[in-house]
């Protein structure tokens, strides 16, 4: 019995000291953006375009990033994982871009394994009352160009026009 509780008071501690130094580290970030939103169809990809983008962006005290998320495509059945290593705001506008990391059901050379994702989100800033949708605009630039970071995009063709982007249907982003 006191074996069983000294093995209980140790695996605790343990725990609570990785989930306390774990979740510190966290805390000390500061959030940029995270959310899921399900995009409509845009002028340039009409019906049945419908997306769902997840991300989350996190710049932590050192300057460095932690940020990941999914785009999905229903309709073909293709969806794509990425990491985003660089981002920036213009007005009101989040940009940011990474490396795909995963695909899966994709020939588009902008949507493989080492190709440059990049994504425009503007968060209308209701909270997710659903009066009014999120909207984003999502790219990608294929992996023989090499690394790229959003600042490197944006500098080369400009920012997306407003009218491009995706409505939200469902779902809300938050950028802080």
Do not use: C
């Amino acid at each position: 019995m006191k074996f069983t509780l000294k093995l209980a008071i140790s695996a605790a501690l343990s725990a609570s000291f990785l989930l306390g130094t774990a979740s510190q580290s966290f805390a000390q970030g500061t959030p940029i953006g995270h959310g899921h939103l399900k995009g409509g169809p845009t002028p340039a990809a009409p019906a049945p375009s419908i997306i769902d983008l997840t991300f989350s962006l996190v710049e932590l005290p050192d300057g460095s990033l932690v940020g990941s998320g999914k785009l999905t495509k229903k309709s073909d059945g293709t969806w794509i994982l990425f990491d985003l290593t660089s981002y920036m705001f213009i007005g009101d506008t989040l940009y940011a871009a990474g490396p795909i990391t995963e695909a899966f059901n994709t020939d588009d050379p902008r949507r493989q394994v080492g190709a440059t994702f990049f994504v425009a989100i503007q968060d209308n800033g209701d909270g997710g009352d659903g009066q009014a949708m999120d909207s984003f605009i999502e790219g990608g630039v294929p992996a023989v160009f090499g690394p790229l970071t959003i600042q490197q995009i944006i500098a080369s063709i400009g920012p997306p026009p407003p009218e491009i982007f995706r409505q939200g249907i469902s779902g809300n982003i938050v950028i802080h």
